[in-house]
Structures are given as structure tokens and as C-alpha cells.
């Protein structure tokens, strides 16, 4: 009995203790529930949030995590307890008192500028909400489209049809980039560019070329064989050289004699003797075109005029800056197509030594003697030999007859 009584009381008071333990862990239960009920997620973005322009994005409550993180450049999204998200969903905000009307967020790139969006997260039955802002870009280049190597004539000015059009801006002007010299042939390279109202830019080089204009010829003049008949002048003209003994010889004598002449040289010869050419230039003499290699030129074809007489005219000018103005046809042989369809005016001579047939000095001098009257123009070969032994003395008679002496360009 006394037993019972002491258990009686025991048994009272551990029953008692156990629903004390009940409560308490019961109530921590309770609690622990109420406070995980109140827990927040939360965001950090990393900033800040740029999207490119173009780049639709539609995220919802179905998209996954990655995802997003990847939209919304979002540098975390965990619980600090739980370490995740129940459910992460993006959506407008559009909430009232009586329910959560959740609608998936649009984000629209197809404007460029600075904007603002809300993002919202669940955890559990808790939905908290990060206001953010973000900026769409425009980083497309331009699209040029037209460009092509050009072709202007010298002096002209450059033309072009180059097109360029940007998503954003639509048509932009295309700016040509790089030096080139309008009066000056030849070939230059040159960039086209189109730069966009964000800076986004598109180059892309062509060719232009500077093609040599072809001089007029003023055909009122006619066909030069001699001067005024008012002015006792004569105009020495030596053709076929240079020659690389002779030519030089010849040049000391007029230069001795202080005498300036016109020489018709060839083209190949040219190529062979440039410094020759540069030299007779040098001293003041006129160097002009007798073609590239002496054909008989009528009844040529153009592309054999071209290739006889311009292709020497290059020559010319490439070795004296000076683009010969005269043209003598290889045996005085040309028709209306040469003289239509070349450059230099034609000249002929009013005094034929016949230097070439007789090649003996003496014979030249008396030939031109015979001949000569005010205005002549004299034709010899400094090819030969013998006629540049004549040119000294054939000048000294001419003096002492009262004749003074000229250039053909000088000859009126």
C-alpha cells in the first residue's frame, strides 16, 4: 500500500511532465511552422541588366531557374535557410487585396533605352517582389550592301550608289574614307563606312581608279607642217631616237650652239634610253610622239592606235611630267580615223633633208638650205650619224641668213 501510494502521486506527475513536453514541443512545432511561413526569398542581380536589341524574352512560372538566372543576369536567388526556391516565376505586377492575379512578365526588346521591370518570387505561399532596371542595346552593325571597285575620270568627282541600313535607324549615309587625288590617275584604296546613331559601325574597302582624261585636241588648228610666213623662224625636229650615241652628241651641239629643238621619239626606244629622254628634257628641248615602234598607222585598228600612240604618251609622261601635245605618224602615213581617235594633234614638216636616204652631212645641209623659207619645219633623224654632223654647220648658215630658232610648241 505504501508502494501504491508513493506510485500513485509518481504516475500523476509524469504523466503530467509528458503532456508538459507535448505542449512544449508541440507548440514548437507550431512555431517553427509560423516562422517558416514567414520566410522571404530573396534576389541580388548583378548590374547592370543589359539585353541586346532583338532579343525576345518571355519567362514565366514554367520557366526554369537557369533560365532565367541567364535572362536577368541574376547574380543569386536562395533562401538563406532553405537555400532554394520553391517556385521562382517572373510576372507583371498585377495584385489586388482579394487574390494574386499573376501574369507573365513580356519583356520587349524592340526598343532601344533605359526601362524598368518588377520580378517576383514564391516561396512557399509568400511572393515578394524585386523591382529592377534594365537596358537594351542596339550592338548590330549596319548592313552596306553596293559596294564595288568605281571608275572616275580625271577632275570628275566620285559618285557612288553605296547603301547601308541599320535595324534600328534604318537608311544611313555611307561616308567615304581614305585619300585619293581626283587630278591624278591612277589607283587608290578607299573604305566604305556607315556608323549608326549607338556607334555600331560597318567598313568595307574598294578600289577606285583615276583613269587619265583625254585631252582635247583643237582641230581648228589643223595639221602643223609650218609656221608664220611673217617671222623668220625655223623649228629643227629630229625623229626616230633616242639613239645612245648620237642623241647626246647632238644634244651638246645644240647647247653649244644655244639652240632648243622638238624631238619625235619612239616608244620602245624610250623604254631602252630613259635617261636619254629625261636629259633632252632636262635641257629644255620638246619631247613628243612618233609611236611605240614606227608601223605605218593608216588603215590601223584602234586597239593598234592605242597600243602605238597612247601607250607611248604614257611613256613620255612618265619620264618628263609633261604629256607630249604632238603626234608626227611614222612616213608622214595617217587618215581621218587616226587623227579622230588620238589625242595629239598631227605634225607634219615643210622641209624633208631626205637625211635618212643620202646619209652624208653635206647633202643634208644644202637639202635644208635649198629648201628653207620663214616658218619651216625641218625634218631630220638624230639616228643617224651623218645628220648630226650636219646639224652644226646647217645652224651656223641659218644664223647668218638671219633665221632664229624654235620649238614647235613656240612656232606660230
Known amino acids: 500500500m505504501k ?3 508513493w506510485l500513485k502521486p509518481t504516475s500523476h506527475k509524469v504523466i503530467f511532465s509528458l503532456i508538459i513536453v507535448a505542449v512544449v514541443i508541440g507548440g514548437g512545432f507550431g512555431i517553427k511552422a509560423m516562422v ?9 542581380f548583378k548590374e547592370p541588366i543589359t539585353l541586346e536589341y532583338g532579343q525576345h524574352s518571355d519567362a514565366d512560372s514554367g520557366s526554369e531557374n537557369s533560365e532565367l538566372l541567364d535572362i536577368f543576369k541574376i547574380d543569386s536567388m536562395v533562401d538563406k535557410e532553405t537555400s532554394k526556391f520553391d517556385v521562382f516565376s517572373v510576372y507583371e505586377e498585377a495584385l489586388t487585396e482579394e487574390s494574386y492575379q499573376l501574369e507573365p512578365m513580356k519583356i520587349d526588346t524592340s526598343k532601344v533605352g533605359d526601362f524598368e521591370g518588377v520580378l517576383y518570387a514564391k516561396l512557399g505561399k509568400n511572393i515578394a517582389s524585386f523591382p529592377f532596371k534594365y537596358s537594351v ?12 571597285n568605281l571608275e572616275i575620270e580625271q577632275g570628275g568627282n566620285l559618285k557612288h550608289d553605296f547603301k547601308a541600313i541599320d535595324v534600328v535607324d534604318g537608311d544611313l549615309e555611307v561616308v567615304i574614307e581614305g585619300d585619293y587625288d581626283a587630278n591624278k590617275p591612277g589607283e587608290y584604296s578607299l573604305v566604305a563606312t556607315a556608323i549608326d546613331a549607338n556607334d555600331n559601325k560597318s567598313s568595307q574597302e574598294f578600289k577606285l581608279t583615276v583613269k587619265e582624261k583625254k585631252k582635247e585636241v583643237d582641230t581648228s588648228k589643223g595639221t602643223i607642217t609650218n609656221g608664220s610666213s611673217g617671222k623668220k623662224v625655223v623649228a629643227l625636229t629630229f625623229d626616230d631616237g633616242p639613239h645612245p650615241t648620237n642623241t647626246p652628241r647632238l644634244l651638246n651641239i645644240l647647247e653649244e650652239k644655244g639652240v632648243k629643238a622638238t624631238f619625235f621619239i619612239l ?54 611630267g609633261r604629256r607630249p601635245t604632238y603626234f608626227r605618224p611614222p612616213y608622214g602615213s595617217y587618215n581621218k580615223q587616226v587623227s579622230a581617235n588620238i589625242t595629239n594633234q598631227i605634225a607634219l614638216w615643210s622641209v624633208d633633208t631626205l637625211d635618212w636616204k ?17 616658218g619651216s619645219v625641218i625634218l631630220m633623224h638624230d639616228i643617224h650619224s ?3 654632223d650636219a646639224v652644226g654647220p646647217l645652224i651656223d648658215s641659218l644664223k647668218a641668213q638671219g633665221y632664229t630658232f624654235v620649238r614647235l610648241d613656240e612656232l606660230r
Open 3 to 5: 508502494l501504491n501510494k
Open 36 to 44: 517558416e511561413s514567414m520566410k522571404q526569398p530573396e534576389i541580388t
Open 137 to 148: 542595346k542596339d550592338t548590330q552593325k549596319p548592313v552596306l550592301s553596293n559596294i564595288e
Open 267 to 320: 616608244g620602245e626606244r624610250a623604254d631602252e634610253y630613259p635617261n636619254i629622254v629625261k636629259q633632252t628634257h632636262a635641257k629644255g628641248h620638246e619631247v613628243e610622239n612618233h609611236s611605240y615602234s614606227h608601223p605605218d598607222l593608216a588603215g590601223a585598228s584602234l586597239a593598234v592606235l592605242d597600243r602605238e600612240v597612247e601607250r607611248t604618251n604614257k611613256i613620255i609622261e612618265s619620264l618628263t
Open 358 to 374: 643620202s646619209r652624208n652631212a653635206a647633202a643634208v645641209q644644202q637639202s635644208a638650205m635649198s629648201q628653207v623659207h620663214n
Open 386 to 388: 651623218t645628220t648630226v
